[in-house]
């Protein structure tokens, strides 16, 4: 039997190892700015949530107890302006899984293809070929895809890694174009609420569905905005009878959110205190960073949201994280997320204060 992997490219992180131990071998100790996993803590409304829920020895839900999915719900409205009822809501064992998953939860067979921007999250690629599908990239969705052989079509706004995002005409003249195609839109918005110089649209808002959720699906995350990466914490909602289909073989495959997690999830959607404490860390380190490596030549592009800045010093990417490593900085090179990236970096600002001022010290030996 062929195993898996064979059809899956090296993990990309495994190639970045060298370059990390070098970091760590600097005086000051590494700063690691690669990964973008949160740092602070979990908020204490979240933590009270899950102790109070330890005791659950039965089965959870696969598709998340009426409570949980009235939250996801609920916030959809706040937040995301889209009249999301319960019922097409689900939770999801963080993102990933869901992204990963979503082709083989969807019966994707070879000869479909899943398609998702030119520079991308590696899970999209990686979710297409768990399923035997074909992987597309794109510029232009409407310009570039054959609608004859697209099934699933991933947008990404706010984009990882470029923090770019798309506005609402673009993702209006997205959903009508798979909408007259058949075509299922699956819009990863997990960096929505950490927009610095723009306001995230969902595909789900008003002014890009025209109020009707057919054929769309917006997937979010509370590893971010609530520091809850270790939780596992991630949900969708949108069109109703696609979120009872992947409900149905999540429940015969047992792909099932912790009792604990979702009455955690419930705390953390429904408080935004915490949400706005952690945008103003997020945003200091964000400013000084940003300072920092322009002052040392790079050149920023996009990056109005998410977590990242994407970087250039117009060099091959492993030149820069070579550089950077002998500062003790580590970060991620562009080319992890494709090939339109070979000449970037991605740096994240989720290190702590200590960590990001050390960094900005270290920046200073750059400066030209």
């Known amino acids: 039997m062929r195993p898996v992997t064979s059809r899956l490219p090296v993990f990309p992180w495994d190639r970045l190892e060298p370059y990390k131990t070098a970091a760590a071998e600097h005086p000051g100790g590494i700063v690691d700015l690669s990964v973008g996993t949160p740092v602070d803590p979990v908020p204490e409304v979240v933590r009270a949530a899950l102790a109070g829920a330890a005791d659950s020895p039965g089965y959870p839900l696969a598709w998340g107890t009426p409570e949980l999915r009235e939250a996801i719900a609920g916030w959809f409205g706040r937040r995301l302006g889209a009249a999301v009822g319960p019922d097409a809501v689900l939770p999801a064992i963080g993102t990933k ?20 921007p030119e520079l991308a999250y590696p899970t999209y690629r990686i979710g297409a070929l768990t399923a ?22 991933w947008l990404n706004t706010p984009s990882n890694p470029t923090g770019r995002t798309v506005d609402a005409a ?8 798979a909408r007259a195609h058949g075509v299922l839109v699956a819009s990863d918005e997990c960096y929505l609420e950490l927009g610095w110089e723009t306001d995230p649209v969902s595909v789900l808002h008003p002014s890009v569905s025209e109020g009707s959720y057919e054929g769309l699906l917006a997937v979010h995350s509370l590893s971010k905005r609530s520091n809850l990466a270790g939780y596992r914490a991630g949900f969708a909602g949108g ?17 099932m959110v912790p009792k604990p997690v979702q009455q955690a999830m419930i705390a953390a959607l429904g408080d935004g205190r915490h949400v706005a404490e952690q945008r103003e860390r997020y945003a200091r380190r964000r400013a000084a960073l940003r300072e920092a490596l322009t002052g040392a030549g790079f050149r ?29 900085i580590a970060v991620a090179p562009g080319e992890f997320y494709g090939a339109a990236g070979e000449r970037f970096v991605r740096v994240a600002f989720t290190a702590t204060d200590e960590r990001v001022a050390a960094a900005v ?7 030209r």
């Open 300 to 328: 920023i592009e996009h990056s109005e949201a998410s977590l990242y800045l994407w970087a250039t010093r117009d060099e091959p990417c492993w030149d820069t994280v070579g550089e950077l490593a002998k500062l003790g």
């Open 361 to 367: 010290e270290r920046l200073w030996a750059l400066r």
């Open 239 to 255: 069109d109703a009878a696609v979120v009872r289909e992947l409900v149905a073989v999540r429940k015969h495959t047992g792909m």
């Open 170 to 177: 673009g993702l209006r003249r997205a959903v009508a174009w």
């Open 97 to 116: 899984e869901l992204v990963g998953w979503l082709p083989t939860l969807l019966g994707l067979e070879p000869g479909d293809q899943v398609a998702y």
């Open 132 to 153: 035997r599908a074909e992987p597309v990239t794109y510029a232009d969705p409407v310009a570039d895809l054959d609608p004859a052989r697209v099934r699933l079509l």
